[in-house]
């Protein structure tokens, strides 16, 4: 399998960011910190990307027995994101992004 690299710019403002796991509130935390594409690399974006710890990301030792939540990762992505960069980064399905980012936010709304 390859991988393309990731876009400068946006791997520039990610690594910008203070870097601890988006999920550092639930003090389970675990690992060096990486880079979740949460909608993929395919539209590759500031706002896609979210710092998890190697336990939220269940990667390296916690392959197996992480607490990867692809459902919350989208959430926290979201809050990175305007109502304008969602519909620049999906010109065609955005009302449906929108509509996900509405439904998550009353999932989550502990978080905020």
């Known amino acids: 399998m390859t991988f393309k690299a990731m876009n400068k710019k946006v791997l520039q403002e990610v690594l ?41 990301h269940s990667v390296g030792a916690w392959q197996n027995d992480g607490l990867l939540n692809k459902q919350m990762n989208r959430f926290f992505a979201y809050q990175q994101a305007t109502d304008a960069m969602i519909m620049r980064t999906y ?22």
Do not use: M
């Not at 539209?43 to 939220?56: G, V």
């Open 16 to 56: 910008e960011r203070p870097q601890i796991c988006a999920r550092r509130d639930e003090r389970t935390c675990d690992g060096r910190i990486t880079i979740e594409h949460v909608f993929g690399r395919k539209k590759e974006a500031e706002w896609n990307c979210i710092l998890l710890c190697e336990k939220h």
């Open 91 to 112: 010109p065609k399905t955005h009302k449906s992004v929108l509509q996900d980012k509405k439904w998550l936010e009353l999932i989550y709304k502990n978080l905020l």
